[in-house]
Every structure is written in C-alpha cells, then in structure tokens.
C-alpha cells in the first residue's frame, strides 16, 4: 500500500479502514492497531497519514467488479451516483483537504460535495485518466460489463434487514472479478427496502457464460441479501391464559 505512494510521491494520505462483518477489521481495536501501523510507517517515509475506521457491514454504493465500479464512480462524479457512494467519499476526501490545508478543519466535507457538485472533481479525473493514456471524453455509459447477465429476484415479500458483504464478494469472484475486467455484481435493492416475491434483487454479470452459471448458483445457496416479514412469532390467547393460572 505504501510503497505505491511513494512512488506517486505521495504527501498527504487518507486511508480508510472498513470495520464489520465481512471484512478484515472486525472490531475498533484492530482498527486501531492497523491505524498506528500506517500512520507510523507515514512519519517514517514522510507521507502524514491519517486513517478513517468506516462501516464496513454492508456495501457502499451498488456496484462490486472492475468495469460495474468504475461505472459507478464515474455516474458520481456526473452527478447521479448512490446516496452512501457519495456520503463517504467526499468525508474521505474533506479529510484529506483539511490535511492538505485546501479546507479549515471541519469543512473539508462540504468543500468536497461543492466540489463534486460544479463539476471541477469530473474535470480533474478527466485529467487523470489523459495523463495516463487514456480517453478524457470517456463518459459512464460507454463502460460495458459482462456480456452474460443474470437476474436473481426474491422468493417471497418482506424487508432487506441485511445485505452481507462476504457473500456479495464471493459471487462476485465466482463470476470471475477481478481477473474478469467485466464480471461483477449489482445492487438494485439494499436494507430497510419493502419487497415483493419476484422482485429483482441484484444482478450478476460475467464474461464467460459457465462462470455465470457457477455465480448464480452460488447466489442460490447463499444469497447475500436476507429477507424477512414483519410477523416476528405469534403468541396465542391460550399461552397467556395459561401462563396466569401459574
């Protein structure tokens, strides 16, 4: 991780640390570990580090696999990227503005969402993706994942109280990401959603037809969003009449 930002010549660093079911980090205490790990190696290779222990029980955003993601990232910065994309990746980078002293301490979020907001953070990407070679006109929808395409729906009516990350990885490997340039994963409902059976859930995309099929089923066995009605057990009229006689 840091050698790389070295090489860029890295003065300011913002590394964020996913905590959670699912993910590396399961509790603050290994965060914090990790965190005093980075921030030290920092001072050593003088790079001023800072790290952010974020929520890390469910996806950000919709989308998991190389193209589906970068599709994603670039539908943000054009203005209609998801509500939790956007939410941590401009408190991330209102962080590493106050670091930089581009923002007062405290501010660095809503510089960063005026940012993404005028257009200047889609004008500087363009940039980016010139200098490395490649196509600066590029646009969201010219980005194309996988040519086979699977809907999984819901089987029965109830509530999203869970979108699990490990399992969302899991098939997202099994349609062949990251190796896969187009294989991946997409979200189309997340917690707290009312569904009904028939609903489509998720999408699942792969370039390779036997891959989406292993996904798929994998999706079958253990889906990665869990659904559950409203009634959580029914207590009968005759349990209570009995418990009061004892």
């Known amino acids: 991780?840091?050698?790389?930002?070295?090489?860029?010549g890295t003065k300011f660093l913002v590394i964020d640390l996913p905590m959670g079911n699912g993910t590396k980090i399961k509790n603050i205490d290994e965060a914090e570990k990790y965190a005093i790990d980075f921030i030290e190696l920092g001072k050593r290779i003088g790079?001023?580090?800072?790290?952010?222990?974020?929520?890390?029980?469910k996806p950000v955003g919709r989308a998991v696999g190389p193209v589906l993601e970068?599709?994603?990232?670039?539908?943000?910065?054009?203005g209609e990227g998801p509500s939790s994309l956007i939410e941590k990746s401009t408190g991330i980078a209102g962080v590493l503005l106050e670091?930089?002293?581009i923002a007062r301490k405290g501010e660095g979020k809503k510089k960063a969402l005026k940012l993404l907001k005028s257009g200047a953070a889609l004008k500087k990407m363009k940039e980016i993706i010139a200098a490395q070679g490649g196509d600066p006109n590029v646009t969201?929808?010219?980005l194309k994942p996988g040519?086979?395409?699977?809907?999984?729906?819901?089987?029965?009516?109830?509530?999203?109280?869970?979108?699990?990350?490990k399992a969302v990885v899991d098939i997202a490997r099994a349609a062949g990401a990251p190796r896969d340039k187009?294989?991946?994963?997409?979200?189309?409902?997340s917690k707290g959603y009312?569904?009904?059976?028939?609903?489509?859930?998720?999408e699942v995309y792969s370039d390779s037809k036997y891959k989406l099929d292993e996904a798929v089923k994998l999706a079958r066995q253990h889906s990665p969003i869990a659904i559950e009605g409203m009634l959580i057990e029914r207590i009968p009229s005759y349990s209570v009449l009995e418990t009061s006689k004892e």
């Not at 790079?47 to 029980?57: A, H, Q, R």
């Not at 187009?182 to 409902?189: E, H, I, P, S």
């Open 194 to 202: 009312s569904v009904h059976a028939g609903d489509i859930l998720f």
């Open 47 to 57: 790079i001023k580090t800072e790290c952010l222990v974020t929520y890390g029980d």
């Open 182 to 189: 187009g294989a991946g994963l997409l979200l189309l409902k």
């Open 99 to 101: 670091a930089g002293g």
């Open 1 to 8: 991780v840091m050698a790389k930002k070295i090489a860029t």
């Open 70 to 78: 970068a599709q994603e990232a670039l539908r943000a910065l054009e």
């Open 140 to 142: 969201s929808n010219d």
């Open 147 to 165: 040519r086979y395409k699977a809907q999984i729906k819901a089987e029965s009516d109830g509530y999203i109280v869970g979108v699990h990350n």
